[in-house]
T-cell receptor
């Protein structure tokens, strides 16, 4: 079945460590996105990419990094510079780079906890 | 910048009750408006959308009308079910920046 796969589902990290969250899609979508979800704050955009080898910062990019070497993959690295990394991370994709349809397809998320 | 404001949650209703979740927005252009739903343990999925003023989006018994004069897109359902328990997000498309802007989400719990 076509969809978005995020891994791992749960991740624990010690302070000072970098971690990488995986996001893979087999929908042949051009655009991919990373959102962070915190209770009572909704979804905030971290990074997005509309084409391979290109990506843009979202609203809260500090302390995060991404790469887009392949169309189907958009990994997110949470670096030690991210001051409050404990959160639920959602990856999404869209067939439409301009988001004219507005439809994002989401993965099931990765929950990161910093100990 | 563009923003979306939803009513504070959580919302708890009995089965078959009428549901309204308020959503208002601020945008410089003419955005499209969306409701997404997140069931427990899952990612978000699109529930309904409206792309211009006075359009009504509908799906699974839910409806929302794009009201430009009040900058609102309230979600309604006439008779809720336990299976509607989820978190609901209002969103708008910021086409200039090519991204979606989400509200803070409203947690809905339906009791049998």
């Amino acid at each position: 079945d076509g969809g978005i796969t995020q891994s791992p589902k749960y991740l624990f990290r010690k302070e000072g460590q970098n971690v990488t969250l995986s996001c893979e899609q087999n929908l042949n979508h051009d655009a991919m996105y990373w959102y962070r979800q915190d209770p009572g704050q909704g979804l905030r955009l971290i990074y997005y990419s509309q084409i391979v080898n290109d990506f843009q910062k979202g609203d809260i990019a500090e302390g995060y990094s991404v790469s887009r070497e392949k169309k189907e993959s958009f990994p997110l690295t949470v670096t030690s510079a991210q001051k409050n990394p404990t959160a639920f991370y959602l990856c999404a994709s869209s067939v439409d780079r301009a988001l004219l349809t507005g439809e994002l397809f989401f993965g099931e998320g990765s929950r990161l906890t910093v100990l | 910048g563009d923003s979306v404001t939803q009513m504070e949650g959580p919302v708890t209703l009995s089965e078959e009750a009428f549901l309204t979740i308020n959503c208002t927005y601020t945008a410089t252009g003419y955005p499209s408006l969306f409701w997404y739903v997140q069931y427990p343990g899952e990612g978000l999925q699109l529930l309904l959308k409206a792309t211009k003023a006075d359009d009504k989006g509908s799906n699974k018994g839910f409806e929302a009308t794009y009201r430009k004069e009040t900058t609102s897109f309230h979600l309604e359902k006439g008779s809720v079910q336990v299976s509607d328990s989820a978190v609901y997000f209002c969103a708008l498309s910021d086409q200039g920046a090519q991204k979606l802007v989400f509200g803070q989400g409203t947690r809905l719990t339906i009791n049998p």
